[in-house]
């Protein structure tokens, strides 16, 4: 199992940004998929963004695509969602997670994640 950190959340006002980041202790992303998730108060928790390490593809939700924009550095220790034109509606719960992954044709908004985080909260006021 896979002990992911995610870090970067805060309060800011609409419009603004923020960077949040997942890692792994000892572990490199090197074939993974990793996703950010988020759960709203009273709200299920639904998929954001997920990204395939081994060469970077990404599929984002309609409700966040053009604003969020999903990388890694270069070790592939770390993935960032960079979060822009924040809306109040982002506030919520995020979550990384993570699952070894054979390719790109396994990496969906919706794939099955073993691996989760303890989550890194999100406020983005009007």
């Known amino acids: 199992q896979v002990h992911l950190v995610e870090s970067g959340g805060g309060s800011v006002q609409a419009g603004g940004s923020l960077r949040l980041s997942c890692a792994a202790a000892?572990?490199?992303?090197?074939?993974?998929?990793v996703g950010w998730f988020r759960q709203a108060p009273g709200k299920e928790r639904e998929p954001v963004a997920t990204?395939?390490?081994?060469?970077?593809?990404?599929y984002y939700a309609d409700s966040v695509r053009g604003r969020f924009t999903l990388s890694q550095d270069s070790a592939k220790s770390l993935v960032y969602l960079e979060m822009n034109s924040l809306k109040p509606e982002d506030t919520a719960m995020y979550y990384c997670?993570?699952?070894?992954?054979?390719?790109?044709?396994?990496?969906?908004?919706?794939?099955?994640?073993?691996?989760w985080g303890q989550g890194t909260q999100v406020t983005v006021s009007s």
């Open positions: 997670a993570a699952n070894p992954t054979r390719g790109a044709w396994q990496c969906f908004l919706n794939s099955p994640f073993g691996d």
């Open positions: 000892g572990y490199t992303f090197s074939n993974n998929c």
């Open positions: 990204i395939y390490t081994a060469i970077g593809s990404t």
